[in-house]
Antibody, heavy 118, light 110 residues
Framework: EVQVVESGGGLVQPGRSLRLSCSASGFIFGDFAMTWLRQAPGRGLEWVGWIRSKSYGATAEYVASVKGRFIISRDDSKNIAYLQMNSLQTEDTAVYYC?????????WGQGTLVTVSS | QSALTQAPSASGSPGQSVTISCTGTSSDVGGYNYVSWYQQYPGKAPKLVISEVNKRPSGVPDRFSGSKSGNTASLTVSGLQPEDEADYYCSSFAGSNNLIFGGGTKLTVL
């Protein structure tokens, strides 16, 4: 059974950093791109970025609003993807989801809440 | 990249069919067969119900179907059930560095 589980959310002050983890199981992690998405309270879904599989260089892409502040990485030996969030802003407050895939984003985790507030 | 356009709400009675549309451009919906639809209940994670325009993942009832014409994709829910009441989001691959979503449609089963 495919499972994706996010962790690391919490309350953080503006300008600080936070790292989210995405632990996956039930599939060959290294064969898949992994995607991060978010949903601000009462709002719709937003793509944050993705990281390709190592076969495609493990390169990452980001939505313009987080480019230069967020970094996605992966550790295929541990089946974990990471979202390093720096210089957090109040508008980054959202439930952050990790999901498998890129052109077909199929299995999602339950999400982890990140609240940016002083 | 602008968001895809969805009507904010849709409704239907049990047993009826409802179609939700998702309009984009030739750079996203019209340019790729990578349109997906997600069902989301309040406080829950989205669930994939249609991928690649019209493919139903295992376990999704065949009441759910997808299609695309030009720059507009559609999700049809036939034989509406009370449990179909949820928010529905479309998404489209939009090139190597982009995935975009619609604003979501709240489906009410009357």
């Amino acid at each position: 059974e495919v499972q994706v589980v996010e962790s690391g959310g919490g309350l953080v002050q503006p300008g600080r950093s936070l790292r989210l983890s995405c632990s996956a199981s039930g599939f060959i992690f290294g064969d898949f791109a992994m995607t991060w998405l978010r949903q601000a309270p009462g709002r719709g879904l937003e793509w944050v970025g993705w990281i390709r599989s190592k076969s495609y260089g493990a390169t990452a892409e980001y939505v313009a609003s987080v480019k230069g502040r967020f970094i996605i990485s992966r550790d295929d030996s541990k089946n974990i993807a990471y979202l390093q969030m720096n210089s957090l802003q109040t508008e980054d407050t959202a439930v952050y989801y990790c999901a498998r895939g890129r052109t077909k984003v199929d299995y999602w985790g339950q999400g982890t809440l990140v609240t940016v507030s002083s | 990249q602008s968001a895809l356009t969805q009507a904010p709400s849709a409704s239907g009675s049990p047993g009826q069919s409802v179609t939700i549309s998702c309009t984009g451009t030739s750079s996203d919906v019209g340019g790729y067969n990578y349109v997906s639809w997600y069902q989301q209940y309040p406080g829950k994670a989205p669930k994939l119900v249609i991928s690649e325009v019209n493919k139903r993942p295992s376990g999704v009832p065949d009441r759910f179907s997808g299609s695309k014409s030009g720059n507009t994709a559609s999700l049809t829910v036939s034989g509406l059930q009370p449990e179909d009441e949820a928010d529905y989001y479309c998404s489209s691959f939009a090139g190597s560095n982009n995935l975009i979503f619609g604003g979501g449609t709240k489906l009410t089963v009357l």
